[in-house]
């Protein structure tokens, strides 16, 4: 019992994340509910090992988003190679500002590396952490559970990628998968040279965050960063919606560094970060869902929906109970 009550944080994070990422976003329906048997490993297992490895380094959310964007590159780059198949599941993602030198379209590949670090890692993660708020800064996973996340997270990523790849003839070319594993691995320098390990106490004189504050920002600029990429293929040229989701992306950033920056930062403050992205997926998710379903799924799509939210009014029950340290 002991070493359950110790991993079940993680198992609970290894269903979210695809929970997230997947079904609530509509992409997927009953009807594709057999893909969790690869989407848990690829999004559970890439969410369990980032936050680990965070955990263990002593590193913070920088250092998480750039390891999220590493493993957004792999997914998109190398698994489903979605940033460069002209015809993705036929939906012709990249021929809104296609750019041939770089041989995908920048506000597809933005848009797409963004969602992943944000709602596929970052709000499951946030949501899972403050519904444990005593251990929410600590490892979940001595070396046996690492090993085995990390060979769920393998097989995740061969089922994906043979998946992807066996729906289509497309292959990246290897100029584009070279390209892809060194910024791979420029990622992950990065998390760990750019943001250096770093213990900073809260400076008392400026209070505690406004936990409001940080739902209503994760909300608004998820949604505009989603109205962006939705709106903007018919009302905007290509350059234009890059510019958008660019002011988006750094608007969001240079906020939480001003409001986190030398405050207090409770289980509450994860929560409100993570239900304002999840929010926001609610929304978008219903009209995903009624794109690629039809209006007649909306009462199926409501069950994960209904999960989701489950889970998270759990978390911010307990994240509000906390001890404020």
Same mark, same amino acid.
């Given at each position: 019992?002991?070493?359950?009550?110790?991993?079940?944080?993680?198992?609970?994070?290894?269903?979210?994340?695809?929970?997230?990422? &997947?079904?609530?976003?509509?992409?997927?329906?009953?009807? *594709?509910?057999?893909?969790?048997?690869a989407?848990?490993?690829?999004?559970?297992?890439?969410?369990?090992?980032? %936050?680990?490895?965070?955990?263990?380094?002593?590193?913070?959310?920088?250092?998480?988003?750039?390891?999220?964007?590493?493993?957004?590159?792999?997914? &998109?780059?190398?698994?489903?190679?979605?940033?460069?198949?002209?015809?993705?599941?036929?939906?012709?993602?990249?021929?809104?500002?296609?750019?041939?030198?770089?041989?995908? =379209?920048?506000?597809? =590949?933005?848009?797409?590396?963004?969602?992943?670090?944000?709602?596929?890692?970052?709000?499951?993660?946030?949501?899972?952490?403050? =519904?444990?708020?005593?251990?929410?800064?600590?490892?979940?996973?001595?070396?046996?559970?690492?090993?085995?996340?990390?060979?769920?997270?393998?097989?995740?990523?061969?089922?994906?990628? %043979?998946?992807?790849?066996?729906?289509?003839d497309?292959?990246?070319?290897?100029?584009?998968?070279?390209?892809?594993?060194?910024?791979?691995?420029?990622?992950?320098?990065?998390?760990?040279?750019?943001?250096? %390990?770093? *213990?900073?106490?809260a400076?008392?004189?400026?209070?505690? =965050?406004?936990?409001?504050?940080?739902?209503i920002?994760?909300?608004?600029?998820?949604?505009?960063?989603q109205?962006?990429?939705?709106?903007?293929?018919? !009302?905007?040229?290509?350059?234009?919606?890059?510019?958008?989701?660019?002011?988006?992306?750094?608007?969001?950033?240079?906020?939480?560094?001003?409001?986190?920056?030398?405050?207090?930062?409770?289980?509450?403050?994860?929560?409100?970060?993570?239900?304002?992205? +999840?929010?926001?997926?609610?929304?978008?998710?219903?009209?995903?869902? %009624?794109?690629? !379903?039809?209006? &007649? !799924?909306? +009462?199926? !799509?409501?069950v994960?929906?209904?999960?989701?939210?489950?889970?998270?009014a759990?978390?911010?029950?307990?994240?509000?109970?906390?001890?404020a340290?």
């Open positions: 019992m002991k070493m359950l009550y110790r991993v079940a944080p993680a198992i609970l994070l290894f269903f979210f994340a695809p929970l997230v990422a &997947e079904f609530v976003l509509g992409d997927l329906g009953f009807a *594709e509910i057999g893909a969790f048997i989407l848990a490993p690829l999004y559970g297992g890439g969410a369990i090992l980032i %936050r680990e490895i965070i955990r263990r380094t002593g590193r913070s959310w920088p250092s998480f988003a750039l390891l999220g964007l590493g493993y957004a590159l792999l997914e &998109e780059g190398i698994l489903t190679q979605s940033l460069f198949n002209p015809n993705y599941l036929h939906l012709r993602l990249i021929d809104y500002g296609f750019v041939p030198a770089l041989g995908t =379209a920048l506000p597809w =590949a933005l848009f797409v590396l963004t969602i992943h670090i944000v709602w596929s890692l970052a709000v499951p993660t946030a949501m899972v952490e403050a =519904a444990n708020p005593a251990r929410r800064t600590e490892p979940w996973l001595r070396t046996p559970g690492l090993i085995v996340t990390s060979l769920l997270f393998l097989a995740g990523c061969l089922f994906v990628s %043979r998946f992807s790849l066996g729906a289509t497309f292959r990246a070319s290897p100029l584009e998968l070279g390209t892809c594993a060194v910024l791979i691995v420029a990622c992950v320098a990065g998390a760990f040279l750019l943001f250096p %390990r770093r *213990e900073t106490d400076d008392e004189t400026r209070g505690a =965050a406004n936990p409001w504050a940080i739902g920002a994760s909300f608004a600029a998820g949604s505009v960063l109205l962006a990429n939705t709106l903007g293929k018919a !009302h905007l040229t290509w350059a234009a919606t890059v510019a958008l989701e660019l002011l988006v992306i750094i608007a969001i950033l240079l906020f939480f560094r001003w409001i986190g920056s030398g405050r207090k930062w409770t289980a509450l403050h994860s929560w409100a970060a993570a239900i304002g992205g +999840l929010l926001c997926y609610v929304w978008v998710g219903y009209g995903v869902d %009624r794109a690629l !379903h039809g209006p &007649e !799924h909306a +009462l199926p !799509h409501t994960f929906v209904v999960l989701a939210l489950l889970v998270a759990w978390a911010g029950m307990r994240a509000k109970r906390a001890p340290s």
